[in-house]
Every structure is written in C-alpha cells, then in structure tokens.
C-alpha cells in the first residue's frame, strides 16, 4: 500500500503538534477534523524526528520539529491549563456538572482540588505563631537537683 501524500500544510501541522508533545493517535483524529484527511497513527509518527519511524523525514521538517519543541518548551503562557483562573473555571465546570448528577463525592473531590489551587483555603490547616508573628519557643524547664 502506498504511503499517503500529505500536503506541506498538513505536514506542517503534524510536526508541530507532534514538537508539542500530542500523541500521534490525537494527532491523527485532529488532521482528520481539521483537514478531513486520513493519517495513520504510523504516517503521523514517521513525522516524529525522535522515533525510528522518522529516519527518513526531510531536513526541514526536522528543523520545524526543533524550532517548535524549544518555543512551546520556553513558553508555556500560551498553554491555557498553565493559569491558576482557567483552572479553576474548568473545576468549578466539573464540579457544578457533578453536583447537578448527583455525584456529591466527585463533587467534593473537585471542591478539594479548587481549594489546594487557591492555597488551602478551606482545610483544617491552622499555622500557630507566638506574639505578633514571632516563632513559638518552647518553655525551659530548669531541673533542680534535690540535695536532701
């Protein structure tokens, strides 16, 4: 069977999914929304300049594939799950959906999750501390030797 051509746009977006660390199975299925054009997990892994698979992918390809490793592996600003508030938005997504299901543990599970994003703000966790902030210092005792 003959290997698909693929044209330099679908290439493209191969290799650079692939530098950002998707898999090829999900590369596979987006190439096929995207441009409804069919590409085996395998045609997309021979595009992967770090597997076997790749030995011969052309020198450009290769280059793309580097070039957009280092700037997604720089940048992870763009990367939306990165940002503490898209992270919450999405939990309290869940955890309204699982309230609304009847799933209360799931529910309070995600409760728990947002909590730890915010920084503990609902545990039990209590931090002691002496006058006006200082550390706490434990009392002397003193032993006196009884002489008698």
Same mark, same amino acid.
């Given at each position: 069977?003959?290997?698909?051509?693929?044209?330099?746009?679908?290439?493209?977006?191969?290799?650079?999914?692939?530098?950002?660390?998707?898999?090829?199975?999900?590369?596979?299925?987006?190439?096929?929304?995207?441009?409804?054009?069919?590409?085996?997990?395998?045609?997309?892994?021979?595009?992967?300049?770090?597997?076997?698979?790749?030995? #011969?992918?052309?020198?450009?390809?290769? *280059?793309?594939?580097?070039?957009?490793?280092?700037?997604?592996?720089?940048?992870?600003?763009?990367?939306?799950?990165?940002?503490?508030?898209?992270?919450?938005?999405?939990?309290?997504?869940?955890?309204?959906?699982?309230? #609304? *299901? #009847?799933?209360?543990?799931?529910?309070?599970?995600?409760?728990?999750?947002?909590?730890?994003?915010? #920084?503990?703000?609902?545990?039990?966790?209590?931090?002691?501390?002496?006058?006006?902030?200082?550390?706490?210092?434990?009392?002397?005792? *003193?032993?006196?030797?009884?002489?008698?």
């Amino acid at each position: 069977m003959a290997k698909a051509k693929l044209s330099d746009e679908v290439k493209t977006y191969i290799v650079q999914s692939l530098a950002c660390f998707d898999s090829p199975s999900v590369v596979a299925k987006a190439v096929k929304a995207e441009f409804n054009v069919e590409a085996s997990r395998q045609l997309v892994e021979s595009h992967d300049p770090n597997k076997v698979a790749a030995s #011969g992918l052309a020198e450009k390809w290769r *280059q793309l594939f580097i070039e957009t490793r280092k700037a997604f592996l720089a940048d992870t600003s763009q990367i939306g799950i990165s940002h503490r508030a898209v992270r919450l938005r999405a939990l309290q997504r869940m955890a309204e959906k699982a309230e #609304g *299901q #009847g799933n209360m543990v799931l529910a309070a599970s995600l409760m728990e999750q947002a909590a730890k994003e915010v #920084g503990d703000s609902y545990t039990n966790r209590r931090e002691v501390t002496g006058k006006d902030g200082a550390p706490l210092t434990p009392p002397v005792i *003193q032993f006196v030797k009884d002489e008698g």
